[in-house]
């Protein structure tokens, strides 16, 4: 599985987690030269605090295309702790 935008590889893994229909990619397989934090964060009832990343492709700024759980709050979400996810409306899948 291949999380791209605009022709650049995000994150590539054999190795995806899929909940709630989304697919959590491992850490050390997402290029993080790509990314920034973003101030945005969420909290999930199940999983914990969320917290966010910009993607930055060829000088285009892409806000909080992909999202993970530093800190999972229970054993269900423990599997993705750490995990990126990315946004099917921002990133194609392949």
């Known amino acids: 599985m291949k999380a791209v935008l605009d022709g650049v590889v ?3 893994s054999d190795d995806t987690k ?3 229909g989304n697919y959590y990619f491992p850490p050390e397989t997402v290029k993080k030269e ?3 934090d973003s101030n945005t964060s ?5 999983k914990g605090d969320c917290s ?3 993607a930055t492709i060829g000088g285009k700024k892409v806000p909080d295309v992909a999202w993970y759980y530093p800190n999972t709050i229970s ?4 599997p993705i702790e750490n995990y990126v996810a990315f946004y099917k409306n921002k990133v194609q899948f392949e």
């Open 10 to 12: 995000l994150a590539e």
């Open 18 to 20: 899929v909940i709630e």
């Open 34 to 36: 790509y990314f920034t």
């Open 42 to 46: 969420s909290v999930c009832s199940w």
């Open 52 to 54: 966010y990343y910009d």
């Open 75 to 78: 054993e269900r979400a423990k």
